[in-house]
């Protein structure tokens, strides 16, 4: 929780705060102590009283609104990098947040100032901005701070973002969501679901409807069958439905492990794609490394054109045009370079193989 700096007047909270200046508390306007040892985290803290409040050592709801919509502002006025993201409320995994929304130095100029408590209508209603940014009189960004009740999506105009007041307090003291470029990452709690659980939503809404429409499909029947049964014997009609109860049993515990054989033929085939998806990456990286060493060695082929024994640039040809030139040298028509009349290694040993 922050206080006020008596010379200022401007909110501080404890990571920017110093031993040097002079603070009261936001709540009862007592003058305050700053701690900052080596044992506890920065903090501010009441002098010794009959009857101390409670704004530092145990908030009430109002208090930690307060401070934290003081807090928000106070970014706002020194102009900090913030980036807004919003993390799926159904599976809460990181891998699925979204970043939203970025506030950068091109949002602040001389005409913007923050404003708590900022009134505006919207939709034929005066509303109530708990922090605004303003330019001109007209409303950039609006930042809802929450306690337990959030606010409800229709009573805002975009763009606007709703913050856990605790988390807010807590991450901006200790530091956690500040990143090397000194921009503030504050999670959005605005509702949102990713496209995996609509998707997981939107199955599952589909495979209960079908479930149902079957069930209603049995249902017809049976009773068109409990219509037969009336003509019949009490007797028969107590055989009948017991027999139909036992089906019925079998049916359902039919229906249960097709279910259960579906979901786990998904979730094998999901295996499947995936290592399949492992095993290409892999041989595509074993061809490109092929390819690469015999490209290496074309290159180093094609380099070396010249015998090392007798010290000229031969004849590669496959079909070789051998004729004499007019110094009686063999010499080829087609590439005109002349013919290797050394006994070079590798002829030695082909000859020796074919002898």
Not at 224 to 229: A, F, S
Request: a positive charge.
């Amino acid at each position: 929780m922050g206080a006020i700096n008596k010379t200022t007047t401007n909110y501080e909270y404890p990571k920017i705060a110093n031993k040097i200046n002079k603070y009261k508390c936001p709540f009862c306007d007592k003058d305050v102590i700053f701690r900052n040892g080596k044992i506890k985290q920065p903090h501010f803290a009441h002098y010794k009283s009959d009857n101390p409040c409670s704004y530092y050592k145990k908030p009430n709801e109002s208090q930690i609104h307060k401070d934290a919509k003081l807090l928000m502002k106070t970014l706002l006025d020194n102009k900090n990098k913030i980036l807004f993201y919003r993390e799926c409320y159904e599976c809460l995994l990181e891998e699925n947040a979204i970043f939203e929304y970025e506030i950068t130095d091109n949002d602040y100029n001389e005409n913007t100032i923050a404003t708590m408590e900022y009134s505006f209508n919207y939709n034929n209603s005066n509303r109530h901005a708990d922090v605004a940014l303003v330019e001109n009189k007209d409303i950039k960004y609006i930042f809802e701070i929450c306690y337990k009740n959030k606010t409800k999506e229709e009573n805002r105009p975009e763009p606007w973002f709703e913050i856990n007041s605790e988390k807010l307090i807590n991450n901006i003291n200790s530091v956690k969501n500040i990143d090397t470029n000194n921009e503030i990452r504050i999670e959005c709690i605005r509702d949102y679901k990713c496209d995996y659980c609509k998707e997981v939503i939107e199955y599952e809404r589909k495979r209960q409807i079908h479930f149902l429409e079957k069930l209603k499909i049995k249902e017809k029947k049976q009773k068109q069958k409990q219509n037969e049964l009336l003509n019949m014997s009490k007797e028969d009609e107590r055989i009948i439905e017991r027999q139909k109860i036992i089906e019925l049993e079998k049916e359902k515990e039919r229906i249960e492990r097709e279910l259960l054989r579906k979901k786990f033929e998904e979730e094998r085939e999901i295996e499947r794609k995936k290592i399949e998806q492992e095993r290409e990456i892999e041989r595509i990286k074993q061809n490109k490394i092929i390819e690469r060493e015999n490209e290496n060695m074309r290159n180093f082929l094609e380099k070396d054109k010249r015998c090392g024994i007798c010290n000229i640039n031969y004849c590669k040809c496959g079909k070789p045009n051998f004729v004499k030139n007019e110094y009686n040298k063999t010499k080829c028509n087609s590439c005109k370079k002349y013919k290797c009349m050394c006994v070079r290694i590798p002829d030695f040993f082909k000859k020796k193989l074919f002898i």
